[in-house]
Each structure stands twice: as C-alpha cells, then as structure tokens.
C-alpha cells in the first residue's frame, strides 16, 4: 500500500512564502510522475504541476507558472513545492500524487489526504 504524506502547508499573508512537501511511503513500483493538485472551496480539484520522474522535466499550470517551483525533495519518492508571491486567490487544500508508469496517461493512482494552505490578505 502507497501512503503520500504531505506537510509544510499553512496560513500566510498576501505575497508571502510556503514550501510544501510530500514523502511517499510503501510500494510505490515504477513512478512516472509527481505533482501537486489544490482544490479551492467550492470549486473543482486542479492541477498545477508535474514533475516526471523519467525525465526530470517540470511543468506547470499557466496560473502558478514563475510564482511556484516543483523538485525533487531528500528521501527515494519525494517532492516539495515551493509557493512564492502567494496570493489570496491560492488558498485551497494542496494535494500530492503520484502516476504510475503503467498509467502515464490516466489521472494519478495515488493522493496524499491534502494540506491546508491559508493566504490571508
């Protein structure tokens, strides 16, 4: 069993900085990707960046594009997000995930159970 664990979320003012972190744990098999997911209150589940495991290249929603930086973090299957110029627009629950190789055109097959992230203005 696959557990992501995500951690570094919580409250920041308006043009502040976090950095998210995210640590998968069991049997994770042949990765084809990373990235990070966030949901907004009432809105729909989104996602904003990758990071391939094959190849290293990152990529990112068109939103977070220059503001946000997706790497590989300390330990086998792990990744950060580091979130700067923060805006209020961005509160939601951040999410982890992981894709398999065997689904590298599917939606990811694990989650992390999410993290808070709060801008205040």
């Known amino acids: 069993q696959v557990q992501l664990a995500e951690s570094g979320g919580g409250l920041v003012q308006a043009g502040g900085s976090l950095r998210l972190a995210c640590a998968a744990s069991?049997?994770?098999?042949?990765?084809?990707?990373m990235g990070w997911y966030r949901q907004a209150p009432g809105k729909a589940r989104e996602w904003i960046a990758r990071l391939s495991w094959t190849n290293g290249d990152a990529d990112y929603a068109d939103s977070v594009k220059g503001r946000f930086t997706i790497g590989r973090d300390n330990g086998p299957n792990a990744v950060y997000l580091q979130m700067n110029s923060l805006k209020t627009k961005n509160t939601a629950i951040y999410y982890c995930s992981i894709r398999s190789l065997d689904r590298r055109h599917l939606a990811p097959d694990y989650w992390g159970q999410g993290i808070q992230v709060t801008v205040s203005s």
């Open positions: 069991g049997r994770t098999g042949g990765i084809f990707d």
